[in-house]
DNA sequence: AAGTGATATAACCAAATGGTTAAACCAAAG
DNA sequence: CTTTGGTTTAACCATTTGGTTATATCACTT
């Protein structure tokens, strides 16, 4: 499936990766990391020289991989409803791989806000994309419905990634229910995420 | 505002609040939430004999406010959609007091299943209203449009959560966009919720 | 004023934690 | 075979952490 490269160094980034989503940077420790990755808690060091360098090399491979969905949004190629689809669909493959992901970058976030500041500069800077302002411009073109931009962004956001964070939690409500969760995650509920984008936004 | 006791109890259990919500049970640091309360830390022990007590106590009260907010549907003289307006008003009103509540919820019971199992059903119990089963009998009745309810649930409580939960990332999201968050939450989102919901149920 | 029980504190302890060091391992080059 | 360089480990260290204890303080009763 993905990539394995199985260099000691990415054993470590992957454990790193799994313990620093799960219990944040101070809730994780070296130990778990090294007994993941199966070396020595040594060799951390060697590679990584403190805690905080391997975390930060890890939450910026996340916030990396987390804006790097936006990309589509480049391709003014497509029309726009076109390029939403494609946006959803992104967003389920990463979340679908990394459910813990954008709860880690928010909760780290919300803890360390200069961790942000510094780094979501330089990706937006790269990308340059400006997504609500394209649509926008869409309204001024006519091209979609007039609504509030930023709005939509929100709820669109919402309907896609609360599922996933709140996995847990449906998992457990829908058995009460006599339903399983694997039967509205991902399929429906992307459905859904798509009729809600094109009610929305139709004129 | 809120009634403030101020016992040494109430405090040491705000901060416990407070610090456990920031960190989680493996990142919280005792010294830290004593030092909140402005006491000494040998009175959390005092109080509270380990930090796995205290921890339950709040993860108690956290899970019982965020169910509570679902006591509104067991009034059945209300018809069902005002009955839902009135549950979105209770969970704006829950999400601004406590905006990091879910994802401790959330978190917590991502990394500690069992907490879930045992409390979650003394409090279903305690309750006894199946709020699925409530919209599938309105469907029933003919009172709303036939859908999905669990995944009208699921995209609803999405639509309520998310935007409180990602709030560090939509505050500077929308500042880069030269708007802020403080024109959309709460007052527009719980807005385009009741729309979201008006439209999907109306028959 | 003296006694009493609950409340609070400083000083302390053992275990865990992030980090270091010196020595061992091991593949490739000479 | 020996050397050389990067890699890995066991043992260790200083600090932090959750938790305890002995002592002090305070509110209240007698």
Redesign the interface.
């Known amino acids: 499936m993905t990539k394995i490269k199985d260099t000691t160094e990415e054993k470590i980034l992957n454990a790193a990766k799994e313990v620093f989503m799960?219990?944040?940077?101070?809730?994780?420790?070296m130990q778990d990391i090294a007994d993941i990755a199966k070396i020595n808690k040594a060799l951390l060091h060697y590679y990584f020289r403190s805690k905080e360098k391997l975390f930060d090399q890890v939450f910026s491979g996340a916030l990396h991989k987390y804006f790097q969905q936006m990309d589509v949004f480049s391709d003014a190629s497509l029309p726009i409803k076109e390029r939403l689809f494609k946006y959803v669909d992104n967003i389920f493959v990463f979340l679908e791989e990394y459910p813990?992901m954008?709860?880690f970058?928010?909760?780290e976030?919300?803890?360390n806000?200069d961790l942000?500041?510094d780094r979501?500069e330089a990706i937006?800077k790269n990308k340059g994309v400006?997504l609500?302002?394209i649509l926008d411009e869409e309204i001024a073109r006519g091209n979609i419905k007039k609504i509030?931009t930023?709005?939509f962004w929100?709820?669109m956001?919402?309907?896609c990634?609360?599922?996933f964070?709140?996995a847990?939690?449906?998992k457990?409500g829908?058995k009460?229910?006599h339903?399983e969760w694997s039967d509205?995650s991902p399929v429906?509920?992307k459905q859904?995420v798509k009729q809600?984008i094109e009610?929305t936004l139709s004129v």
């Open positions: 799960k219990y944040g940077l101070y809730g994780a420790r813990q954008s709860m970058i928010i909760k976030i919300g803890i806000p942000f500041k979501v937006k400006n609500i302002k509030d930023a709005l929100i709820n956001h919402s309907l990634s609360y599922p964070l709140a847990p939690l449906f457990h829908l009460a229910h339903k509205y429906k509920i859904s809600f009610k």
